[in-house]
């Protein structure tokens, strides 16, 4: 190329107002040969090219999701959410048995046993399954494994849950325990191995967001890379 051709192209590059310029969305192709005659024109003109580059001051917005042991106050507000709905299906049971069979004492006592077997079906067959928790883990993002984080089966489940009566004893010791031990665990964890996960969801914001693979700067947003080409 003669030196007259590189001031025409200077001169041309020179009249360009980047103001009026935008973003649009391009498809794969086109994006590759617009990136490629920016880098040619940023050759031409002694600047590096801005395409694939965020400009200073732009900040990223990186989700992130982390595994936690969960700590004693959360383990009891999402124990309290199970009970109560428990209890509440409980009582509609009782004022049913109390309304169809009135003065029936022999009725209302063997609301005590369903009773237990509901709340051996809820815990266990919820917490084994592949929600892993019950209705009040699940709302505050919690999940029971075992000691290598993998779900747990029915039968670890059952243990557990009867193992929270040796928990209940001597004052509730035994729940206590998961605000003191290493890994949050209460006595019924203990002996059945397994654990108490929280998922902690976060943003990290600022230049210093690690970079995502497959992603490049658009000239407006981060965006996914567009694959390679591929050679005909």
Do not use: C
């Not at 980047?18 to 490629?36: D, E, N, V």
């Not at 067959?125 to 089966?153: F, N, Y």
């Amino acid at each position: 190329m003669g030196g007259w051709e590189v001031i025409a192209h200077r001169q041309v590059l020179s009249r360009l107002q980047p103001s009026r310029t935008r973003a649009l969305p391009l498809a794969p192709p086109a994006h590759r040969r617009i990136r490629f005659v920016s880098e040619v024109a940023a050759t031409l003109i002694g600047q590096p090219s801005s395409i694939g580059q965020p400009p200073s001051g732009v900040l990223r917005h990186v989700a992130r999701t982390e595994i936690a042991y969960a700590g004693f106050w959360r383990r009891f507000v999402s124990f309290l959410i199970d009970a109560t709905l428990l209890v509440g299906v409980e009582v509609a049971m009782a004022r049913s048995i109390a309304v169809l069979t009135p003065n029936d004492f022999q009725a209302l006592a063997n609301v005590a046993p369903v009773s237990a077997a509901l709340w051996w079906a809820y815990f266990v067959v919820m917490e084994s399954s592949p929600a892993q928790g019950t209705l009040g883990k699940i709302s505050l993002s919690l999940r029971v494994t075992d000691t290598h984080g993998d779900p747990i089966t029915f039968r670890r489940a059952t243990f557990r849950h009867l193992f929270k009566i040796l928990s209940t004893l001597f004052l509730f010791t035994g729940w206590l325990m998961a605000a003191f031990t290493p890994r949050k665990q209460g006595l019924h964890d203990l002996l059945a191995g397994t654990l108490v996960l929280r998922e902690v969801r976060y943003l990290v914001i600022g230049p210093e967001a690690p970079f995502e693979p497959g992603e490049h700067w658009d000239g407006a947003r981060w965006v996914a890379s567009v694959p390679p080409l591929e050679k005909s």
